[in-house]
């Protein structure tokens, strides 16, 4: 009897991730009409930078992404904003549903619980709401840096902010202060899971906000990894957090269907931040750390480009790449851009294979 309820449970549980995730999907791809109506209408579409933040002149990718200018951008409102409906509906709406129907499961579609899903999601509208701001005033060149939009100290300040507020929340209201090393186990940190939670969170939103380069590329990458802790949060019993990864995983999907190469929108800091901050708080929430950076290595090494041509510029005054991050490097010798993207997301998916494995194997608690 024990294993048959055990049994029931599961499958509600799988149902009930199966079916946000669906309907985030549909209420994303509804949506998007309506954004992208009011993106074109009132033209808010990108400017292609031609220097750098340094005052560098961008050569490669100022000329291959010239034909870029004036596509709308912000489209990552849709992944966020729905999300944040469809879990304010699940939570006020279904429950109620359910009752004039006589029907529970609708009421079991509820996903807001404060211990699994109040801080990512509040990471998620923060942040998004951060890269809105952002977008907005490069858009309408507002702002002390060339082109408009906010110095890189100041959203890097904000970005801390956030990260501080999710390392206080775990260190001092949930008492986490373990990191977990698969194979190996968890290892009490004290007071420096405070720095380790902020590097992951600021790694991610960085590291998203500069994969996002190409079309459709950021978006696949991000969809595999919410994928990938759809599965591992579902392993480790965190139904609600599972249900949480699978609507920005359906969100995506209808984000990406509309921003594969030619891409009608794109990203934007809005979308590449947000889901970047959250993607490192559900990281976070599961003790999956190590298995983040395997899943997401092509963030790795995407920043690690970027890190060491500013370094090889700076002492050596040469390039070692055409062009940082890496993904415009392979674009500089030749390669297409929707060739650069798929191989991408071929590399990540075996990357998540390969975490998946390892988080689900030694998973932590």
Not at 73 to 88: K, P, R
Not at 200 to 219: K, P, Q, R
Not at 238 to 254: E, H, Q, T, V, W
Request: with cysteine; proline share 2%.
């Amino acid at each position: 009897m024990v294993s048959q309820i055990q049994t029931i449970s599961e499958v509600i549980g799988v149902l009930k991730i199966l079916v946000t995730g669906f309907l985030a999907f549909i209420l994303a791809f509804f949506l998007t009409p309506i954004w992208t109506h009011f993106l074109y209408k009132y033209k808010i579409g990108i400017k292609i930078k031609e220097n750098s933040v340094s005052g560098e002149k961008l050569t490669f990718v100022s000329k291959m992404h010239k034909h870029k200018s004036g596509t709308p951008t912000m489209g990552g409102v849709l992944v966020w904003f729905s999300v944040l409906i469809l879990v304010l509906v699940a939570h006020f709406i279904f429950p109620l549903i359910s009752h004039w129907v006589g029907i529970r499961f609708f009421a079991r579609l509820d996903f807001l619980s404060r211990s699994q899903v109040w801080l990512p999601l509040f990471a998620l509208v923060a942040a998004g709401l951060l890269g809105l701001a952002d977008d907005w005033m490069s858009i309408k060149g507002i702002g002390k840096n060339k082109g408009g939009g906010m110095r890189f100290l100041a959203r890097f300040g904000w970005l801390i902010v956030i990260a501080v507020l999710g390392a206080g929340w775990f260190f001092w209201k949930l008492g986490w202060d373990k990191i977990h090393i698969p194979a190996m186990g968890d290892f009490s940190i004290g007071w420096w899971y405070i720095p380790v939670f902020i590097f992951i969170i600021i790694f991610t939103a960085i590291s998203s906000n500069e994969t996002d380069g190409l079309d459709g590329l950021n978006g696949g990458v991000l969809l595999i990894a919410f994928s990938s802790f759809t599965l591992i949060s579902f392993m480790q019993n965190k139904m609600d957090l599972a249900a949480f990864c699978a609507a920005l995983s359906g969100a995506l999907l209808a984000f990406l269907w509309f921003n594969i190469y030619p891409a009608r929108f794109f990203m934007g800091d809005t979308g590449a931040i947000s889901l970047g901050v959250t993607l490192g708080v559900v990281a976070m929430l599961t003790n999956s750390a190590v298995v983040l950076l395997i899943i997401v290595f092509l963030y790795v090494i995407e920043s690690g480009s970027v890190v060491i041509q500013m370094t090889s510029k700076r002492f050596f005054h040469r390039k070692v790449f055409l062009a940082a991050p890496i993904h415009h490097h392979f674009e500089a010798i030749g390669w297409p851009e929707t060739k650069v993207t798929m191989r991408a997301w071929i590399f990540t998916m075996m990357t998540a294979i390969l975490g998946i494995i390892i988080g689900i194997l030694g998973a932590g608690h």
